[in-house]
């Protein structure tokens, strides 16, 4: 199985500051990697998919990149609702496809 | 505007199936795209369990395979969930979600979730 680990596990930043959340693979996942943001009670929003394209009205201040087993997300300039939970998610090659556990980005 | 529902009973015994159902609504199930499951726990995070196709057509995470089940019913726009001999280890929120093979390979649309214990 592939291990995605998700640094840092918090992040505290205030609005209009640059945010860079990191997603390390156990095993190159090529660039199938997807990133998610998830707030309490709602459903989880698709941001990012195939490590670098903004998914369907996601803010251009959302941006990723990498490649293999190290991929970013990058919030230029935090607005205040960017604050939540964001997740990696990696779908290479055959299942199982697996979830990093997050990164809380906090105020 | 595409929404996903997950139903189901929110408490079930430990040796049990749990059963969900999710509701797709604003658009056809036979539309192509996959439609999959996903649990998150404290301790284990986010898993995936299985997409399904309205063909029928599925793909599951081996983890799971001999207690889990992907069905889908066409003609109520609906797919459900089935996991035997539950544990307290299963209970969790569990998420239905659209899964988008051909143009995204994410799951590009999910449901608000369901929460679901298992306990006696």
């Known amino acids: 199985e592939n291990v995605l680990t998700q640094s840092p596990p918090t992040l505290s930043l205030s609005p209009g500051e640059r945010a860079t959340l990191s997603c390390r693979a156990s095993?190159?996942?090529?660039?199938?990697i997807a990133w998610y943001q998830h707030k309490p009670g709602q459903a989880p929003r698709l941001l990012i998919y195939?490590?670098?394209n903004r998914a369907t009205g996601i803010p251009a201040r959302f941006s990723g990149g990498g490649s293999g087993t190290d991929f970013t997300l990058t919030i230029s300039s935090l607005e205040p609702e960017d604050f939540a939970v964001y997740y990696c998610?990696?779908?290479?090659?055959?299942?199982?496809?697996?979830f990093g556990l997050g990164t809380r980005l906090e105020i | 505007q595409v929404q996903l529902q997950e139903s189901g009973p929110r408490l079930v015994k430990p040796s049990e199936t749990l059963s969900l159902t999710c509701t797709v609504s604003?658009?056809?199930?036979?539309?192509?795209?996959?439609w999959g499951w996903i649990r998150q726990t404290p301790g284990r995070g986010l898993e995936w369990f299985g997409s399904?196709?309205?063909?029928?057509?599925?793909y599951y995470n081996p983890s799971f395979m001999g207690r889990m089940t992907i069905s889908i019913d066409t003609s109520k726009n609906q797919f459900s969930l089935r996991l035997t001999s539950v544990t307290a280890a299963d209970t969790a929120v569990y998420y239905c979600?659209?899964?988008?093979?051909?143009?995204?390979?994410?799951?590009?649309?999910w449901g608000q979730g369901i929460m679901v214990s298992v306990s006696s």
């Open positions: 399904i196709y309205h063909s029928g057509s599925t």
């Open positions: 998610h990696q779908r290479n090659d055959l299942p199982p496809y697996t």
């Open positions: 604003g658009s056809s199930i036979s539309s192509p795209y996959y």
């Open positions: 979600a659209r899964d988008d093979l051909v143009r995204t390979n994410a799951l590009d649309l």
């Open positions: 095993q190159s996942v090529s660039s199938y």
């Open positions: 195939d490590t670098s």
